[in-house]
């Protein structure tokens, strides 16, 4: 009965250094270079990886721009993705089909930012004339 007891300690303890471990998990943090336009790769593994998209670029809509670019090409390859993440100075950047959307974090409220046209393209929230 003892050795019992001790190998459910032993096993709850573990369980215990798992769980732990798990939380320690530093959550994914946008980078925060000034000007630089990311886009979020998505690695085996469950790994992500923020690779250099666009330098010099002045604000959030010209980076939101640039990763909508960046979907059209890949799309004109073949590719069927409909979404895309990026980041801007510290900000993610959400490209979904009904717009574009930014979070302070990667799975944080997304507010819209742009919206789409009737034609596709992207447009600031209000700026068009509704029919």
Not at 64 to 70: D, V
Not at 100 to 113: C, E, K, N, S
Request: aromatic share 8%; glycine share 10%.
């Amino acid at each position: 009965m003892t050795r019992a007891i001790t190998y459910s300690i032993v096993l709850a303890l573990a369980g215990a250094a798992v769980l732990g471990l798990a939380s320690c998990n530093k959550p994914l943090e946008a980078p925060t270079d000034r000007g630089v336009c990311w886009a979020l790769a998505q690695l085996p593994g469950g790994k992500a990886r923020f690779n250099r998209l666009a330098a010099n670029q002045p604000d959030l809509e010209h980076c939101a721009a640039q990763l909508e670019i960046m979907r059209l090409r890949f799309r004109a390859l073949g590719s069927t993705q409909t979404e895309m993440t990026g980041a801007y100075q510290g900000q993610f950047l959400f490209i979904q089909p009904e717009g574009v959307f930014t979070a302070q974090t990667i799975d944080g409220y997304r507010f819209p930012f742009l919206v789409r046209t009737g034609d596709g393209r992207l447009a600031m929230p209000g700026a068009m004339p509704q029919q």
